[in-house]
């Protein structure tokens, strides 16, 4: 009984009007300070977003350079359209001040498969310069299986890292070799909406440079090389003459290589058979291990 008379004695002290009117009174005034930070920084926001959208600190026009096939106007327009809108519905994202060079850089890349790199530089508080360079063709990609007709094809360039980039038109002869089989998925390629295969590679990079240097090689050595086929365990390249040169999936094609053009320059000398009408292909698949080269002629 004690103890709870001295706690009901305890809230009456707590409770006097006194201390009920300085509680009020300090709410009071913390409430008014945080309505004046509120509208300060209100005030403050307000002025940034307003002077971030004057027309003399926005970027109002775009110039492209660089285009080979692409249309600069294309570029431009895109670049704009990016630019567009505003952060957290406030600044606007074409302001001199925040634009995103990277960003902007990411969405033309992502959008134009053709173009390998983006630049871009102010030219004063209202025009940006975005020097773009375009992928070229190394070689075409033409399906997974291989197609001996040309005019059933349908390709695409291939740049000289190996990534599908644009639709090929109809080549006659052999300007670029033709290459079949599975691409790889690239985060490139998921950013692309066509259905066509953009943005995706055919082998990573490093291996794709290995395997055009090889592909040089059996051109300079035997004929040139209309196709190359590549599926789960073997490769095939087919020479414009008509004969194949065989070979497997992880051989190492610099050793390769340097067997081919012996093997080629001993069959030369034997002067037994014509490489550029009787040769029916070459089997190099044993050429990395024990160095023999087999060749089937007609």
């Known amino acids: 009984m004690r103890e709870a008379g001295r706690r009901d004695r305890g809230r009456d002290i707590l409770n006097t009007p006194a201390r009920i009117a300085r509680m009020r009174e300090e709410r009071r005034r913390m409430l008014i300070k945080a309505g004046l930070v509120l509208a300060a920084c209100s005030i403050v926001v307000g002025g940034i977003s307003w002077?971030?959208?004057r027309p003399s600190v926005r970027i109002q026009t775009v110039t492209?350079?660089?285009?080979?096939?692409l249309r600069t106007d294309d570029v431009a327009s895109f670049a704009q359209q990016s630019l567009s809108g505003k952060y957290f519905f406030l600044f606007p994202k074409n302001s001199t001040f925040l634009y995103s060079d990277s960003g902007l850089t990411a969405a033309i890349t992502s959008h134009f498969t053709r173009i390998a790199s983006v630049h871009t530089e102010l030219d004063g508080l209202t025009t940006l310069q975005?020097?773009?360079t375009e992928r070229t063709p190394a070689a075409l990609w033409c399906g997974e299986s291989y197609e001996p007709v040309a005019e059933m094809r349908e390709c695409f360039f291939l740049d000289v890292q190996g990534l599908v980039f644009a639709v090929a038109p109809q080549f006659s002869g052999n300007a670029y070799v033709a290459f079949y089989g599975p691409l790889e998925d690239t985060p490139l390629s998921r950013t692309e909406k066509?259905?066509?295969p953009l943005g995706q590679k055919f082998?990573?990079?490093?291996e794709f440079a290995i395997l055009t240097k090889f592909v040089a090689t059996m051109t300079a050595t035997l004929s040139p090389v209309e196709a190359l086929t590549i599926d789960?365990?073997?490769r095939t390249a087919t020479l414009s003459q008509g004969a194949e040169v065989r070979f497997s999936n992880g051989q190492d094609l610099n050793r390769l290589a340097v067997n081919l053009v012996a093997a080629v320059e001993a069959k030369r000398k034997e002067e037994k058979h014509d490489l550029a009408t009787d040769l029916v292909y070459v089997d190099l698949r044993l050429a990395d291990t024990s160095d023999r080269v087999y060749f089937k002629f007609k």
């Open 51 to 53: 002077g971030l959208h």
């Open 64 to 69: 492209v350079s660089g285009a080979q096939v």
């Open 130 to 132: 975005v020097a773009i």
């Open 203 to 206: 082998l990573t990079t490093q």
């Open 194 to 196: 066509s259905s066509l």
């Open 232 to 234: 789960l365990t073997s």
